[in-house]
Nanobody, 127 residues
Framework: VQLQASGGGLVRSGGSRRLSCVFS????????LAWFRQAPGKEREFVAN????????NYVESVKGRFTISRDNAKNTVYLQMNNLKPEDTAVYYC?????????????????????WGQGTLVTVSS
């Protein structure tokens, strides 16, 4: 399995950005997906996850109401729509995948729960 993230860049505070992550090398619909981020000098933290059917979405408290995770199983792609961005959202954003699953599974926010990682895309929010 390979994950290729894109969509990062420089954005002003209050602006929006959409990250994409293309999945290959497996049956996308059998995998749970997530976004994590890592700010300079900090540990990688969970941002959001989505199960294989998109029936379960979870977010870290700090992004609730601003970020939306979604998936398009026809395009093998997971997205992170980020609105009302703040300087504290500045980080390298990583997509991650876990699976394959053959029954409904909802994963948590730990990095160890995810088997595959993309290379990261940098989002910088200026004040």
């Amino acid at each position: 399995v390979q994950l290729q993230a894109s969509g990062g860049g420089l954005v002003r505070s209050g602006g929006s950005r959409r990250l994409s992550c293309v999945f290959s090398g497996g049956t996308f619909s059998r995998y749970a997906l997530a976004w994590f981020r890592q700010a300079p000098g900090k540990e990688r933290e969970f941002v959001a996850n989505i199960n294989w059917s998109a029936s379960s979405l979870n977010y870290v408290e700090s992004v609730k109401g601003r970020f939306t995770i979604s998936r398009d199983n026809a395009k093998n792609t997971v997205y992170l729509q980020m609105n009302n961005l703040k300087p504290e959202d500045t980080a390298v954003y990583y997509c991650a995948a876990a699976g394959p699953f053959f029954e409904m599974v909802t994963l948590g926010c730990g990095t160890a729960e995810y088997d595959y990682w993309g290379q990261g895309t940098l989002v910088t929010v200026s004040s």
